[in-house]
């Protein structure tokens, strides 16, 4: 039996290793010029490969469907395949690093197990069903098989890995949900004056909560509170308490302490509290300016709207920085058509489809990467028969 596993990134080389290891007769077609161009990004080069809590709670689009490969294949079974190609693994809080901290390191390892058989710079084109397989349009040749895993990404990132090929599996049928940039940085009108400026906030969009650092940006918001909330911001209002571990009213009574200091302007009332550039914003938004005018002026009504403006800055989101600046494509081709115990087609028995490339996407903190191997080592065992 011959399978094609296509797209060497994170699912592919995972599908491929395990293909290795039950010395199945396979072919890993790659696009690019080299394999796991993406996965050498990934954690700012040290590659957050999986989290301690991995929980369908932290996955979106599809969930019910990843829940059974997660749940196979988590973070236990996980430790256990890269130890065993010999990449021990070590937790940094809740996030899961290779114990190297280097993605080259999960690249290399992960070549090597699969036997560096990878065929770059061959992208297939089409996909054509035949009585008891599949022919392959790789490159300029027909090549049939009789299994064929469809592991090709999704559309963010396009630089690191081609921008998805979903129409491989549209053309046969199977439907593709409306796609958005996940994990991203947000637009929002009234940063441009903050241009780099950072600080441990804690952020509120409706429900949901994060902290941590932000970074504002001329064009928006930046930082890992804020890519965790990008995949529903868009159209909704983010609202920054930039001093969590004050209260309102300690705010309140700092400031009107401040006043007594009579020798002090505006230019100065957060000097040693809060970043020059936002507190001079925080003016400009209770209507306080100008900066020239003495502390002492400053009426409780204009404290009180002062210490409101610390604990609930707001941006209205305009747009994502799109998908060349995403780390993940929210939605993808519809889990609906396959069976989430075996990753095949209902539709063409034969086709197996693993990670970025279906509707289903993680929060920031390895929750991606778990799930393109998770459904790589299931899709890859279930085309050779086998099941965990
Ligand atoms: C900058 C950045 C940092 C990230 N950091 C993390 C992190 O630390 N932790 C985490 O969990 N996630 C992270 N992610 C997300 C994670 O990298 C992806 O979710 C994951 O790589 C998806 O794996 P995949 O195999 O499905 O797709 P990819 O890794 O994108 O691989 C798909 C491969 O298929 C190839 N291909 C596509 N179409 C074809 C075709 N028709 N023929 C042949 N080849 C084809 C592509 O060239 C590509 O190599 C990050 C993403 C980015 C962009």
């Given at each position: 039996?011959?399978?094609a596993?296509?797209?060497?990134?994170?699912?592919?080389?995972?599908?491929a290793?395990?293909?290795?290891?039950?010395?199945?007769?396979?072919?890993?077609y790659?696009?690019?010029?080299?394999?796991?161009?993406?996965?050498?990004?990934?954690?700012n080069?040290?590659c957050?490969?999986?989290?301690?809590?991995?929980?369908?709670?932290?996955?979106?689009?599809?969930?019910?469907?990843?829940?059974?490969?997660?749940?196979r294949?988590?973070?236990?079974?996980?430790?256990?395949?890269?130890?065993?190609?010999?990449?021990?693994?070590?937790?940094?809080?809740?996030?899961?690093?290779?114990?190297?901290?280097?993605?080259?390191?999960?690249?290399?390892?992960?070549?090597?197990?699969?036997?560096?058989?990878?065929?770059c710079?061959?992208?297939?084109?089409?996909?054509?069903?035949?009585?008891?397989?599949?022919?392959?349009?790789?490159?300029?040749k027909?090549?049939?098989?009789?299994?064929?895993?469809?592991?090709?990404?999704?559309?963010?990132?396009?630089?690191l890995?081609?921008?998805?090929?979903?129409?491989?599996?549209?053309?046969?049928?199977?439907?593709?949900?409306?796609?958005?940039?996940?994990?991203?940085?947000?637009?929002?009108?009234?940063?441009?004056?903050?241009?780099?400026?950072?600080?441990?906030?804690?952020?509120?969009?409706?429900?949901?909560?994060e902290?941590?650092?932000?970074?504002?940006?001329?064009?928006?918001?930046?930082?890992p509170?804020?890519?965790?909330?990008?995949?529903?911001?868009?159209?909704?209002?983010?609202?920054?308490?930039?001093?969590?571990?004050?209260?309102?009213?300690?705010?309140?009574?700092?400031?009107?302490?401040?006043?007594?200091?009579?020798?002090?302007?505006?230019e100065?009332?957060?000097?040693?509290?809060?970043?020059?550039?936002?507190?001079?914003?925080?003016?400009?938004?209770?209507?306080?300016?100008?900066?020239?005018?003495?502390?002492?002026?400053?009426?409780?009504?204009?404290?009180?709207?002062l210490?409101?403006?610390?604990?609930?800055?707001?941006?209205?989101?305009?747009?994502?920085n799109?998908?060349?600046?995403?780390?993940?494509?929210?939605?993808?081709?519809?889990?609906?058509?396959?069976?989430?115990?075996?990753?095949?087609?209902?539709?063409?028995?034969?086709?197996?489809?693993?990670?970025?490339?279906l509707?289903?996407?993680?929060?920031c903190?390895?929750?991606?990467?778990?799930?393109?191997?998770?459904?790589?080592?299931?899709?890859?065992?279930?085309?050779?028969?086998?099941?965990?």
């Open positions: 039996m011959k399978i596993v296509v797209g060497a990134g994170a699912a592919g080389l995972v599908a290793s395990v293909l290795k290891m039950k010395n199945a007769d396979f072919t890993l790659e696009r690019s010029a080299r394999a796991g161009k993406k996965l050498l990004a990934t954690g080069g040290r957050n490969i999986t989290n301690l809590c991995i929980d369908k709670s932290r996955y979106h689009g599809d969930n019910d469907f990843s829940e059974y490969a997660l749940s294949f988590g973070y236990f079974e996980l430790k256990t395949f890269f130890e065993s190609i010999g990449v021990p693994l070590k937790a940094e809080g809740d996030k899961v690093y290779p114990y190297s901290l280097q993605a080259s390191s999960v690249l290399d390892m992960l070549r090597f197990a699969e036997g560096m058989c990878e065929i710079d061959t992208e297939i084109t089409k996909i054509t069903p035949k009585k008891n397989g599949f022919v392959l349009k790789a490159g300029d027909d090549v049939f098989f009789d299994k064929v895993i469809l592991c090709c990404g999704g559309k963010a990132a396009p630089n890995s081609g921008g998805g090929a979903y129409d491989l599996l549209t053309d046969l049928g199977h439907k593709l949900t409306a796609l958005k940039p996940a994990i991203v940085q947000l637009k929002c009108d009234g940063t441009k004056a903050l241009d780099g400026v950072k600080i441990d906030a804690a952020i509120k969009m409706e429900k949901r909560c902290e941590g650092e932000v970074l504002f940006t001329s064009y928006g918001l930046s930082g509170p804020i890519l965790q909330l990008s995949r529903d911001a868009k159209g909704k209002t983010v609202s920054l308490d930039l001093t969590p571990e004050l209260s309102y009213t300690e705010i309140v009574n700092m400031l009107s302490e401040k006043r007594k200091l009579t020798y002090l302007t505006l100065n009332l957060f000097t040693g509290f809060l970043n020059k550039k936002l507190g001079r914003e925080i003016l400009k938004r209770c209507d306080c300016l100008p900066m020239g005018r003495e502390i002492k002026t400053l009426t409780d009504k204009e404290i009180k709207s210490a409101s403006v610390i604990k609930g800055m707001e941006f209205l989101i305009t747009d994502t799109g998908f060349a600046n995403a780390q993940v494509t929210a939605g993808g081709i519809s889990c609906r058509d396959f069976n989430r115990e075996t990753m095949e087609s209902k539709l063409h028995p034969g086709i197996f489809a693993a990670g970025e490339m509707d289903v996407d993680g929060d903190g390895g929750f991606n990467l778990q799930w393109a191997f998770s459904s790589a080592y299931l899709a890859a065992l279930s085309a050779i028969g086998e099941n965990i």
